[in-house]
């Protein structure tokens, strides 16, 4: 019934931008926090980015902090992830996810309880 579905990744040269969007239905979406996860090749899934409900509050990983911004319009039930300055290290499935808990900006995977498909960014050195 939830349904979360990534768009815009694809493949950058180091140094280069992507943004990236998830578009929810299925839920109350301005009630829920939402995070963006990635997942290379022979690693486990690692937390990105993650805004509470109404984007009040922000948390990024150390590895992509000062390079992504998460951001959110309730209206258009979207939640975005603008990526600059890419690093070959960047490259990995990156997946949206979906928490009840809104009002807190979570980095555990356990805290979302709705994921997309997930959608390749490849950064080429």
């Known amino acids: 019934q939830v349904h979360l579905v990534e768009s815009g990744g694809g493949l950058v040269q180091a140094g280069g931008s992507l943004g990236l969007s998830c578009a929810a239905s299925?839920?109350?979406?301005?009630?829920?926090?939402m995070g963006w996860f990635r997942q290379a090749p022979g690693k486990e899934r690692e937390f990105v980015a993650t805004?509470?409900?109404?984007?009040?509050?922000?948390s990024y990983a150390d590895s992509v902090k000062g390079r992504f911004t998460i951001s959110r319009d309730n209206a258009k039930n979207t939640v975005y992830l603008q990526m600059d300055n890419l690093k070959p290290e960047d490259t990995a499935v990156y997946y949206c996810?979906?928490?009840?808990?809104?009002?807190?900006?979570?980095?555990?995977?356990?805290?979302?309880?709705?994921w997309g498909q997930g959608t390749q960014v490849t950064v080429s050195s």
């Open positions: 996810a979906a928490s009840p808990v809104g009002w807190a900006p979570q980095r555990g995977a356990l805290g979302y309880t709705s």
């Open positions: 805004i509470t409900m109404g984007g009040a509050s922000r």
């Open positions: 299925g839920l109350t979406f301005s009630t829920y926090a």
